[in-house]
């Protein structure tokens, strides 16, 4: 008789996004009269941008004629992909990575869960407090994490790194040595960053302790301060401790076309093995590639059109982001981030917890947000708003919190 993953039963709950998308339905079914504004899943909301539609439409008709047509795509993605990449993400910003060290995939979400495939069950490791749910959740079920206690919401062998108002929200370098070291930066959830000297201080201690840094730079585009490192290889040392995980879902609003990329340096190597061949090993075996035409809309974010209208998108959010912040620190909220991220971190009122304060803005301002502790036991009582609706939606829900 089979047996299944048993490390999948130790997973509480359901995934944080979708425990609240069942909340919301429920609540929606008993109140359909009611107007509902989402403010929780950073979802984009402003249409794809011309440059990448007309990239699109070309990619379309290529795909419907026998000269051009494409099947599958090249193992580690196209060359004209990775090619714009290196150039506009790494080379502009003084980085060395080469083009077979980007292995073009189909989100950060995906890579993110599944990096962890390539290092050993024994590794331990460190995740900040809060955190994005996928980095551990995707050890749970590789049998990473230990036992998970109900009352600290922790689990027995991952080592929680508290970012908080009281540290700035600044991870500190944890008592015990860990093996990987998830950084999300700038952050989801809090959307608080780091400076360049701050992160560089994280590529030593990875060196000196022989850990490795999975670095999920997911929301670089919103970065406005000149302090702030875009990629984790503008730290010296970098290419021999840590990994690099970016999505064109942020920066470009591909959350419903998919596609992202992973960068292994060649020198990142354990005991002589190195990690880049290892992850194109299980690239090319488990993946056959974002569709061509993703592809070419990928490419299409580094034209000068692309990158114009793009930077418009990305200023469109963050103009959200600063009404957020602003509106809510006028009505008494203490906020948090929002200056390089698209997502306010706000202490809930009242020492409301935080799903106690998910509860009452849905039932009396009727707006989504997402509770702090879904993402950690240090985010509770804490509450994060995105700035990736649309401003009238984004100004009508700010009215609404004032006047509770
Ligand atoms: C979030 O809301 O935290 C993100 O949109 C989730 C994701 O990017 O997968």
Redesign the pocket.
Known sequence: MFQINEDYQKLPGSYL?STIAKKVAAFTQANPDKNIIRLG???VTLPLAPAIIKALHAAVDEMGAAETFRGYAPDLGYDFLRKAIVENDYKARNCHIEEDEVFVSDG??SDSGNIQEIFGPECRIAVCDPV?P?YVDSNVMAGRTGVYNRDTEMWSNVIYMPCTAENNFVPEFPKETPDIIYLCLPN??TGTTITKSELSEWVEYAKKTGAVIIYDA?YEAYISEDNVAHSIYECEGARECAIEIRSF?KNAGFTGMRLGFTVVPKDLKCNGVSLRDMWARRHGTKFNGAPYIVQRAGEAVYSPEGKAQLKEQVAYYMNNAAAIKEGLSDAGYTVFGGVNAPYIWLKTPDKMTSWEFFDYLLENANVVG?PGSGFGPSGEGYFRL?AFGSYENTAAALERIKKL
Do not use: L
Request: aromatic share 14%; hydrophobic share 35%; net charge neutral.
């Open positions: 996004f899943i950073g979802d950060a979400k994005y996928v989801n959830p997911a879902s997402t995105t």
